[in-house]
């Protein structure tokens, strides 16, 4: 069972690491723990440091890659870009982790991810000195209650839109229309299960 107090003082005894020292920690872990998962670290200034080989493979990354951004990665659009930059600005900044979806078109296909992005916090330091970020593949239909529970309750109001503006069913397909659904059948599909 979790006790907190066990927790502090595993912190508490953490050792005193440099920055440097606490990442290459981190890129042990990530090398030595995550390796079948599709995972990897940026550093703050949003620049590749290390990733599993799964990563490598999914995204088409290799030695090369280390120290670029995932816009050299991906060739995603600058506008894309700009905005997993400030997504990840945010990150360093609050120290919060973030979930995210991203669609990667490959050819005609569209492939989903869903992201959970971690600031890597030096509790000796209490610096921010990188971001790991879990990646996962999915398929909209299979996992739409997940997603719609885990990014978009619809108890809670889109950015924008006061709560009496949309129906249930409206906000609903509003959803699925930021998870990049277009087609009326992909839409009715999903609602539909």
Same mark, same amino acid.
């Given at each position: 069972?979790?006790?907190?107090?066990?927790?502090?003082?595993?912190?508490?005894?953490?050792?005193?690491?440099?920055?440097?020292?606490?990442?290459?920690? !981190?890129?042990? !872990?990530l090398r030595h723990v995550y390796t079948n998962e599709l995972t990897s670290i940026k550093n703050t200034r949003h620049?590749?440091?290390?990733?599993?080989? @799964?990563?490598?493979?999914?995204?088409? &990354?290799?030695?090369?890659?280390?120290?670029?951004?995932?816009?050299?990665?991906?060739?995603?659009?600058?506008?894309?870009? &700009? =905005?997993?930059? =400030?997504?990840?600005?945010?990150?360093?900044?609050?120290? =919060?982790? !973030?979930?995210?979806?991203?669609?990667? $078109?490959?050819?005609?296909?569209?492939?989903?991810? &869903?992201?959970?992005?971690?600031?890597?916090?030096?509790?000796?330091?209490?610096?921010?000195?990188?971001?790991?970020?879990?990646?996962? $593949?999915?398929?909209?239909?299979?996992?739409?209650?997940?997603?719609?529970? @885990?990014?978009?309750?619809?108890?809670?109001?889109?950015?924008?839109? @006061?709560?009496?503006?949309?129906?249930?069913?409206? $906000?609903q397909i509003a959803f699925c229309l930021l998870l990049g659904f277009h087609s009326r059948k992909e839409i &009715?599909?999903?609602?539909?299960?």
């Amino acid at each position: 069972m979790f006790n907190a107090n066990d927790y502090q003082s595993e912190v508490n005894n953490f050792p005193d690491l440099t920055d440097h020292e606490f990442m290459a920690r !981190q890129v042990w !872990q990530l090398r030595h723990v995550y390796t079948n998962e599709l995972t990897s670290i940026k550093n703050t200034r949003h620049e590749f440091i290390a990733f599993t080989q @799964k990563f490598a493979e999914e995204f088409g &990354a290799n030695a090369e890659s280390l120290g670029k951004t995932a816009e050299t990665l991906t060739g995603m659009s600058q506008s894309d870009y &700009a =905005e997993i930059h =400030e997504q990840e600005e945010i990150i360093c900044k609050t120290l =919060e982790f !973030q979930d995210s979806i991203y669609l990667l $078109r490959r050819n005609k296909d569209i492939i989903n991810y &869903a992201l959970r992005k971690h600031p890597l916090v030096n509790p000796a330091t209490n610096n921010c000195v990188g971001i790991l970020i879990n990646t996962t $593949r999915f398929i909209p239909g299979i996992f739409r209650k997940l997603m719609l529970n @885990k990014f978009l309750p619809f108890n809670k109001v889109l950015p924008g839109i @006061k709560s009496n503006e949309l129906s249930e069913q409206q $906000r609903q397909i509003a959803f699925c229309l930021l998870l990049g659904f277009h087609s009326r059948k992909e839409i &009715a599909a999903l609602l539909s299960n």
